[in-house]
């Protein structure tokens, strides 16, 4: 009964490569977030969705595409991997759609590493 | 605009007590406050809304001071369950759609 899970856990792949990163949650929340944590552990936002919809997308290449095909999912697409994507990406959730005062849940990652 | 997290790095003996900043050049909307363990996924905390609130649960309380500038963490009487990375999420206003910015973190670790 994991709140917010994320396949895979971990995704090691060549450069150029496309990959996908899949997250559910199960807790009836409107609003679901990507996150990218580097080497450094610096916890940046990439992307928001609200009920399928795109509410926040942070100056990311277009090389990472967000899909929501229902609101408990959130996928995330990566074309033509590059050594600068290794990181841990993470998935968060939260209730409302502002989130600004509404606690985001997180997944457990999934560490991608690009060779 | 990222909040600067201070200290960086502390080591405590189990029992100290430990207070962890967060600072903002800006007002704030809110602040809310994570621990991340090695290898595992930020854990939530708590959120402070509110200049001047105080809030707590167990031997881990929070402020945010009257200008929402600042909040501080405060451990008291630490345990080794404590140790970990822990970070502040700050929101600059209520419809930014949920987007926090991230402190840098402090990595706390507590020794028996």
């Known amino acids: 009964d994991t709140a917010v899970s994320q396949t895979p856990k971990y995704l090691v792949t060549q450069m150029g490569n496309d990959k996908s990163i899949k997250c559910e949650q199960n807790?009836?929340?409107?609003?679901m977030y990507w996150y990218k944590q580097d080497s450094k552990k610096f916890l940046k936002i990439m992307f928001s969705?609200?009920?399928?919809?795109?509410?926040i997308n942070e100056t990311v290449p277009n090389r990472f595409s967000p899909k929501s095909p229902d609101k408990a999912h959130l996928n995330l697409h990566i074309n033509s991997l590059e050594l600068g994507d290794s990181a841990v990406y993470f998935c968060?959730?939260?209730?409302?759609?502002?989130?600004?005062?509404?606690?985001?849940?997180f997944g457990p990652g999934t560490r991608l590493t690009v060779l | 605009q990222q909040p600067v997290q201070s200290p960086q790095a502390v080591i405590l003996r189990e029992g100290e007590d430990a207070v962890i900043n967060c600072s903002s050049s800006?007002?704030?909307?809110?602040v809310h406050w994570y621990r991340q363990k090695h290898g595992e996924a930020p854990v939530f905390l708590m959120i402070?809304?509110?200049?001047?609130e105080q809030k707590g649960h167990d031997k881990i309380s929070a402020s945010f001071n009257e200008k929402k500038q600042q909040s501080s963490l405060y451990l008291t009487a630490s345990q080794l369950s404590y140790s970990g990375t822990y970070f502040c999420?700050?929101?600059?206003?209520?419809?930014?759609?949920?987007?926090?910015?991230f402190g840098q973190g402090t990595e706390l670790s507590v020794k028996p």
């Open positions: 968060a959730s939260s209730q409302v759609s502002s989130g600004s005062s509404d606690t985001q849940y």
């Open positions: 807790l009836g929340h409107d609003t």
């Open positions: 969705y609200n009920n399928k919809e795109l509410i």
């Open positions: 800006k007002a704030l909307y809110s």
């Open positions: 402070l809304l509110k200049g001047g």
């Open positions: 999420g700050t929101a600059q206003a209520y419809n930014q759609g949920g987007k926090l910015i």
